[in-house]
T-cell receptor, first 116, second 113 residues
Framework: DAGVIQSPRHEVTEMGQEVTLRCKPI?????LFWYRQTMMRGLELLIY????????DSGMPEDRFSAKMPNASFSTLKIQPSEPRDSAVYFC??????????????FGPGTRLTVL | SQQGEEDPQALSIQEGENATMNCSYK?????LQWYRQNSGRGLVHLIL?????REKHSGRLRVTLDTSKKSSSLLITASRAADTASYFC?????????????FGPGTRLSVLP
């Protein structure tokens, strides 16, 4: 398996632009998590889905952030409009529903976002 | 405040020495996990300990859990330069839908050759 795939790996944009981050979880995993990591705030859970349904989005910082999971193999995190303080590394992680490692999250490589 | 908080924030040791990192948390949990993050990479799961377990081993890793003190420790024995990374504890609390994870701020470990 290729693992969790995220794209793009790096994104540089200007303030006010829309940014869309993408994630493909590991096939068969039924939970998906979006995290944001900064030096100041560490790793923050933004939202998580179970069976494509958003379960907890209390970590989403503002209405400028939205996340969707239209099917089991794809999720997006959108920021509109983007601001410099959104600059961070955004990670996607998935969790299997069956098997001996149902408590282990598998992380993608992250998307490094820079908003100028 | 964060559910899991690692201590120390940074640790520097010589190759071959043991490294101990601690994690404290505030609420009840189903399990506690330790992850490693190499610079510029995603987190990688190291070991999980359930709330009814007290100690667990995996290779050079030893994890303990004290639910009465709401704390855990990660011991890396005979450290190597390749162990240089940030280490995070994550507490997991399940609900009807699945698991919700909270990560601490991490401990930056530097192993000097």
């Amino acid at each position: 398996d290729a693992g969790v795939i995220q794209s793009p790996r790096h994104e540089v944009t200007e303030m006010g632009q829309e940014v869309t981050l993408r994630c493909k979880p590991i096939s068969g995993h039924n939970s998906l998590f979006w995290y944001r990591q900064t030096m100041m705030r560490g790793l923050e859970l933004l939202i998580y889905f179970n069976n494509n349904v958003p379960i907890d989005d209390s970590g989403m910082p503002e209405d400028r952030f939205s996340a969707k999971m239209p099917n089991a193999s794809f999720s997006t995190l959108k920021i509109q409009p983007s601001e410099p303080r959104d600059s961070a590394v955004y990670f996607c992680a998935s969790l299997p529903s069956l098997g001996p490692r149902t408590d282990t999250q598998y992380f993608g490589p992250g998307t490094r976002l820079t908003v100028l | 405040s964060q559910q899991g908080e690692e201590d120390p924030q940074a640790l520097s040791i010589q190759e071959g020495e043991n490294a101990t990192m601690n994690c404290s948390y505030k609420t009840s949990i189903n399990n506690l996990q330790w992850y490693r993050q190499n610079s510029g990479r995603g987190l990688v799961h190291l070991i999980l300990i359930r709330s009814n377990e007290r100690e667990k081993h995996s290779g050079r890793l030893r994890v303990t859990l004290d639910t009465s003190k709401k704390s855990s420790s990660l011991l890396i024995t005979a450290s190597r330069a390749a162990d240089t990374a940030s280490y995070f504890c994550a507490t997991a609390k399940g609900d009807n839908y699945g698991q919700n994870f909270v990560f601490g701020p991490g401990t930056r470990l530097s192993v000097l050759p």
